[in-house]
């Protein structure tokens, strides 16, 4: 049997640096776009999340696409 593979939607996420706790640990959010295409193109996708953490008064920390893959036989 062959292995199929179905791409399932993506969630984009976008980590924000909040500020430091009285201790010394970093203060973080993390902003989840769910249901993103699998189509949509990882350089596209990129561009978006730029684009929308330029509109945000915190630092970005990270930028992640978090996809999901279904497995299935042929």
């Excluded at 969630?11 to 959010?29: A, K, M, S």
């Excluded at 596209?44 to 279904?70: C, F, K, M, P, W």
């Amino acid at each position: 049997m062959a292995l199929v593979l179905n791409s399932l939607d993506s969630r984009l996420q976008i980590q924000f640096h909040l500020g430091v706790y009285e201790e010394g640990r970093e203060i973080t959010r993390t902003k989840s776009f769910n249901r993103i295409r699998s189509e949509a193109g990882d350089e596209d996708l990129y561009e978006v999340a730029a684009a929308l953490a330029g509109l945000q008064q915190h630092t970005v920390v990270a930028i992640r696409r978090n996809s999901n893959v279904e497995y299935g036989e042929e």
